[in-house]
């Protein structure tokens, strides 16, 4: 791990099956870019997902892009029929509204702008509304609800969840303290399976 422990750091995780995981935590860029991507690369195999809305598949036979809904549903149908720029485009314009697409001020010296393409779109964002009045803001569905609804549920009725268990928990602690461990030496830290298996 580089960087510091809280606004912009990178970290590798290098596995025994010569498999690598690296993410990257910043403060940096706009607000106009969306905030979370993924990428994953297999053998012939890619999936991309673009801030847990876009996910576009490459490689996997008999699979293929998906569009999700963001955080409730809001404008759900746009995005199915617009795509990513929809989600992208109208996201940056609920930040300044009332400038309808002039360059403002976010007040800390940012100047934020309308996402613009070399092609017109076939929709302008500024004629869509915030319609949800349980939504605070236009985000997307990080799926955190369903995990605490799936928790619960299990708890109730006896069951093992299916998404993530102690073992999981523990595990992603233990890599969170290597981490941290290899940015105050300035090394990296091999993880201790058997300490690991043992739940410590």
């Known amino acids: 791990m580089t960087g510091d422990r809280i606004r912009n750091n990178c970290c590798i995780l290098d596995y025994p099956d010569g498999s690598q995981v690296s993410f990257m935590c910043g403060s940096m860029g706009s607000y106009c870019h969306w905030k979370e991507y993924i990428e994953v690369f297999g053998a012939y195999t890619a999936i991309t997902v673009s801030d847990f809305v876009d996910m576009r598949v490459r490689g996997f036979e008999g699979q293929y892009d998906r569009l999700y809904p963001p955080h409730l549903n809001e404008h759900a149908d746009e995005i199915r029929r617009y795509g990513f720029d929809f989600y992208e485009t109208y996201k ?3 930040m300044c509204p009332e400038k309808k697409g002039r ?9 934020l702008e309308l996402v613009e393409r070399p092609i017109a779109l076939p929709f302008d ?3 869509y509304e915030h319609t949800n009045p349980d939504l605070w803001g236009f985000i997307p569905d990080k799926g955190w609800v369903q995990s605490l609804e799936h928790f619960a549920e299990c ?3 006896g069951t093992e969840p299916d998404n993530a268990d102690g073992n999981a928990g523990t595990l992603s602690t233990v890599v969170a303290l290597s981490l941290l461990r290899s940015l105050e030496t300035g090394q990296p830290v091999e993880i201790d399976q058997s300490a690991h298996a043992a739940g410590k």
């Open 92 to 94: 940056v314009s609920q």
């Open 155 to 157: 708890f109730l009725n």
């Open 103 to 111: 360059p403002c001020d976010d007040g800390e010296g940012m100047f």
């Open 125 to 127: 964002p500024f004629d």
